[in-house]
């Protein structure tokens, strides 16, 4: 009789069940939020010296012009330049963030995040959030110091929902601009020469220190295609012109909501479109 033996099956070593993978882009988010804020707001003094040369329009300049020109259309001057030095205080304030980009591209840990698992469009949200944030604390303490020096704000509810409304689409209208420039351009004194241009040159022409009506005929025109010209005037009509004068000389409307919505409409456009281009531009920039 043949004896049959069998050998028993090795076992297999246990196959190890990779992990599923979290879509959740909270976390990553918060994590380069707070990484950013580190780097840009490591000390009050990063905060604070932006905010010197708006504070000193608002409360020594402005009311010194307003001793000489009295009111405007029926609108106290100080608290007119006041909103109108928020449009000099946040592009301001964005295109500097844009230089952190500069340095985290040449010296910093960008290469690192690039190699990180997530979206890369999520490293320029990140850098927006923080810049959001500190525009939002600087309009905040600016707006205070105005009013502590006599600036007169309508503060219903409403009216504090348009001007934060306008205030945010501008600030990511801005840095969208500041992200886009900073991955252009090879060298940060390149960048810092194009600040002037971008982040101030506009406001002179938006209504800032006065309405554009008393601009000639063609710069009127091109203040109207200005983000700024319509963020300013949906800030005024929120706590400062219920009549909606500075919307009225953009639209030439006589329904002040319906051009508050048209110009807050302009803005987010502006933001859309150029948040949209900062993160394509981004991502093109980081596989060279």
Known sequence: MTAITTTAPSARPPVAVPRPVSRSITAPLATLT??????SARTPREIIVPLMTPILFSVVIAPALAKVT????????????????????????????GIGVIVD???????????????????????LAV????????????????LLRGARFDTHLSGVGLFAAA?????????????????RVAKQEEYIGAVPAIAIVPWF???????????PSWLAAFAKILPLTHALAVMRYGLLDGR??????IWGMSNPTAMAALSLAVVAGYAALLLSVSVRVFTRSAVR
Do not use: K, W
């Open 244 to 249: 909606g004068t500075g919307l009225h000389d």
């Open 105 to 127: 591209r040449e010296s910093g840990a960008r290469r690192d995040l690039l190699a990180a698992p997530i979206p890369r469009s999520l490293i320029v949200f990140g850098n």
């Open 131 to 146: 810049a959001l944030a500190i525009s939002a604390l600087q309009v905040l303490a600016l707006v205070g110091a105005a």
């Open 34 to 39: 707070r990484r950013r804020f580190a780097l």
């Open 167 to 183: 205030a945010a689409l501008l600030a990511v209208a801005m840095y969208g601009g500041a992200e886009t420039l900073a991955n």
């Open 70 to 97: 009295g009111a405007v259309r029926g609108i106290d001057y100080m608290s007119f330049v006041a909103i109108g030095t928020v449009g000099l205080l946040v592009p301001i304030n964005c295109m500097f963030a």
């Open 205 to 215: 022409f938006a209504g800032s220190l006065f309405p554009i009506t008393a601009l």
